[in-house]
């Protein structure tokens, strides 16, 4: 029998869990009631956790940014709004579905759904997150790159949520990136989609690289083979040029509606490259700022 | 097993029972009455279904009727005196922005909170945030003239009733 529930605490969420055979959390459910209507999920009891505080942080605490799970991307634009060096996540924030989605879309969800091809993910990974994941005896926090298993699957136990996504302060001299390709301009799925962050000292030569891909693979990938290439060089066109040979070799796409095997490992060496590049000016920027 | 929902919707406070999933699009129109929203994808693909809750525009295709208790919704119904058109609808009539008028309600929605956000929007913001909403017949252009053009009359209207 079908139930939707609202709990207002921690400890009711816990006892609702216990109380029912599948449950599924509900935060902005851009994702879950799309299934419900084409019914490739019937959860036996819907549980809101929009409403329980724990859910809902956003903003800078113990040195990181944390984003609540039930946070959407619109509330996360309007916190990031002060906060430097925010650019390439709030950038995400509006460029997911539509400004409908994105006000009620939340990250958490994205993350928590484990499409290959999820949106916030590769940038997440590259900018270092670490997803704080709770359940009734207590929280564990892991990082990004370890949450996706396979397509829709995760290291989630029964009855555990994701309770918050940290991000570390970034540091200075560091900007990020998304790009991703898509079949429409709007509103669609992505084919491909690469994530970066950059770290540039005074003279400009990278010195930290973090680059992930997404919608190439069974999950996300982190690829710090390919992004050491790019450690300790100025982004020139030889280094970019071993550096996308190692990301297409990591990647390891499928056919299907969206695009074919080839064209996608194509286009995510294009996407990395360029995302790496943009993260390199966005740091370049960050230390002329900092006036180093 | 029916749940009891009390919500505000179009000012107007509301009770009303449904199944647990059962979305606010079906909840609007078939037992509120409401019909302006309309259904078009279920998916929140095409923004047909596009009202306020809470101020932010959303697809009522993807919230549960239950989410909305304790909350504020408002629809198509709201925009306008009834009696007397808002800009945006009548700028949507003089500019022919409408041919069979199914996306229109969605379009009218969205347009309104951009409007509210941001009163003087650019072009490029005004497609931007268009963007969730579809329409297969008039090509667009003449909806976001129409949007554009009411963002003037308002913002005309506030100058003249400082």
């Known amino acids: 029998m079908e139930t939707f529930t609202q709990p207002g605490t921690e400890a009711e969420l816990w006892d609702l869990l216990d109380q029912h055979e599948n449950p599924r959390p509900l935060a902005g459910g851009t994702d879950l ?41 619109r509330d996360i634009v309007r916190a990031s709004a002060g906060e430097p060096r925010m650019e390439a996540l709030t950038g995400l924030c509006q460029l997911i579905g ?18 290959p091809a999820a949106d916030s993910v590769p940038l997440l990974m590259a ?23 396979a397509p829709g699957r995760s290291v989630l136990r029964p009855k555990e949520l994701l309770q918050c996504i940290e991000l570390p302060a970034s540091q200075a ?31 400009g030569v990278c010195t930290n690289a973090r680059i992930a891909i997404g919608g190439v693979a069974p999950k996300p990938l982190l690829v710090q083979d390919a992004a ?31 695009g074919t095997r080839t064209y996608r490992r194509h286009v995510i060496g294009v996407l990395a490259k360029r995302a790496a590049e943009t993260a390199r000016d966005r ?3 960050a230390r002329q700022g900092e006036g180093h | 097993m029916s749940l009891r929902v009390r919500t505000v919707v179009n000012n107007d406070e509301v009770e009303f029972l449904c199944q647990p999933y059962d979305s606010l699009l079906l909840v609007l129109r078939d037992q509120l009455m409401l019909t302006g929203t309309k259904d078009g994808c279920g998916t929140g693909d095409c923004g047909a279904c596009t009202v306020l809750l809470d101020s932010r525009h959303v697809c009522a295709c993807l919230v549960l009727a239950a989410e909305t208790d ?13 009696r007397e058109l808002h800009a945006l609808q009548r700028r949507f009539l003089e500019a022919g922005a409408l041919q069979c008028g199914v996306c229109t309600p ?45 963002a003037e009359d308002l913002n005309a209207d506030a100058e003249a009733s400082r």
């Open chain 1, 33 to 73: 009631l799309v299934q419900l209507r084409t019914g490739k999920r019937r959860p036996e009891c819907i549980v809101d956790i929009k409403r329980i505080p724990a859910f809902a942080e956003i903003g800078n605490r113990n040195g990181s940014f944390r984003i609540g799970a039930a946070v959407t991307c």
């Open chain 1, 98 to 115: 539509s400004r409908q989605i994105q006000n009620r879309a939340t990250f958490g969800g994205n993350v928590c759904n484990a499409s």
């Open chain 1, 127 to 149: 900018m270092g997150a670490r997803y704080v994941l709770l359940s009734r005896d207590g929280a564990r926090t892991i990082p990004a790159e370890d949450f996706a298993t």
């Open chain 1, 173 to 203: 001299g560091t900007g990020d990136a998304f790009l991703r390709v898509t079949p429409r301009t709007e509103m669609d799925i992505a084919i491909a989609s690469a994530g970066a962050r950059i770290q540039v000292d005074k003279a």
């Open chain 1, 228 to 258: 050491e290439a790019l450690v300790g060089t100025v982004l020139d066109a030889a280094a970019l040029e071993r550096f996308v040979f190692l990301v297409r070799q990591r990647a390891d796409p499928i056919d299907d509606v969206r």
């Open chain 1, 283 to 285: 740091a370049v920027a």
């Open chain 2, 70 to 82: 304790g909350r504020t919704v408002e629809t198509i119904e709201a925009l306008g005196s009834g």
């Open chain 2, 106 to 150: 969605g379009f009218l929605v969205s347009a309104k909170a951009l409007l509210l956000e941001h009163p003087r929007p650019s072009e490029e913001e005004v497609r931007y945030w268009l963007a969730g909403n579809l329409c297969r017949c008039t090509g667009y252009d003449k909806i976001v003239r129409a949007v554009l053009q009411a």
